[in-house]
């Protein structure tokens, strides 16, 4: 009688989550996810900018401006 009062209390508590009861099956590991690396682009220059290349330097004069505002 005994076991069965205790069973059924751990059954009910574990229900309510304050006692947890253990899995039987392992959980399945999540790889890391990859860092993607900064890369570093020069500054850039008026003779570099072109008309097919002018939305690619204006994105890296914003970046540039960016890390130079946080750096100071």
Not at 16 to 36: D, F, L, N
Not at 39 to 52: H, K, N
Not at 56 to 69: F, I, K, N, S, T
Request: one cysteine or more; aromatic letters at 2%; charged letters at 20%.
């Amino acid at each position: 009688m005994k076991g069965a009062v205790i069973s059924l209390l751990l059954a009910a508590c574990s229900g309510m989550g304050c006692v947890s009861v253990p899995s039987w099956y392992p959980k399945p590991a999540v790889p890391p996810a990859a860092e993607k690396p900064v890369r570093s682009r020069l500054p850039v220059s008026a003779d570099q900018i072109t008309e097919s290349n002018a939305r690619e330097m204006a994105g890296a004069l914003v970046d540039e401006l960016d890390r130079d505002a946080q750096a100071k």
